[in-house]
């Protein structure tokens, strides 16, 4: 009798270990890359700069002086970088795009945006983009933890216990004290891209075990947006990108939703409303499809290049890919493609990227 109850014993806990490896395994197969344990946070690394990857959205940008297979100074990036700025504020002044461009500092866009008082950094949140990098980045240099690869997971994002306060927990004049003095930054990439990007992780993988995109958000999309309701069983099917691209190009229609879905939304609104980049001065904007060249850059302009590195970027994964955008969207009308570029171009123009005329023509 006491071996069954000992086999029984035994067997919970492989079990329990089993599913303990198996969440591990997932968390880390998502898609903010550069999460696994035990990586190499050199302090005063020496770094390679790797040539300006031939990425496209890059090429709407003034060229530096060099050739694109030279390796780009630092002075070439820092111009690089300030060029950025000047497009933004330009762009900022357009006013026919002022609907899409301009919002208002609210708590929603204070929520985003994350203090880290001992260097004088503000670092605004934008997913899909290598963020969780960033804030291990900001805890440790607010000195919660003493390196990376001490934080756990379950704390990245736990903005009660990590140290990382958000700009929204402090007062009207700490506010607007850090966002007239500090170094603020965010990263981008391209809009199609991002959107591609986060359907895949919120509604096709999920890796993070986040029931409500499937049971709640998909569900309300579906029911709104898909043009054939004979798929009776909704969860079997699953979110289409279609229905996902109709959804985000009805500006008036999903206004009452997005309400509903609440802080889920910052994986798909646009820049402009997670970060208000016309309203606050920053003083840096990041683009994923270089990182390899931003990442030190940002380091460097912030002062902390000495304290920490960004990790190692898998090659390739920064890269824009037009096959990928163009397998998504093909299949989906001309219509609902330009009413999602109508909903995103104040993206694409603020940020430099090249609108994508090989889908909408
Ligand atoms: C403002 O934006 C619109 C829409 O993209 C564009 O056609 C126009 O040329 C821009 N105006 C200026 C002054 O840049
Ligand atoms: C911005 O304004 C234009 C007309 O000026 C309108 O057609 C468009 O729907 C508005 N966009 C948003 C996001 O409100
Ligand atoms: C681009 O995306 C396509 C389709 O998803 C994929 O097959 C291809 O490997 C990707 N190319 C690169 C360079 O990642």
Redesign the pocket.
Known sequence: MRHHWLLLGACGWVLLILIFVRNLISIRAVDDYGERPGQSWTVPGTKVVKPIPASNPEKQLPKPTHQSSVVPTASDWQAVAEKRIELLSGVCKNS?LR??THVSISKFVLDRIFVCDKHKILFCQTPKVGNTQWKKVLIVLNGAFSNVEEIPESLVHDHEKNGLPRLSSLTPQEITHRLSTYFKFFIVRDPFERLISAFKDKFVKNPRFEPWYKHDIAPAIIRKYRKSHRDSDFAASGLHFEDFVRYLGD?EGRRRMDQQFGEHIIHWITYAELCAPCEIHYSLVGHHETLEQDAPHILKAAGIEQLVSYPDIPPGITHYNRTKVERYFSGISKRDIKRLY??YQGDFHLFGYPSPDFLLN
Do not use: K, Q
Request: charged letters at 15%; glycine letters at 0%; a positive charge.
């Open positions: 026919s609907n899409l500006v109508a909903r």
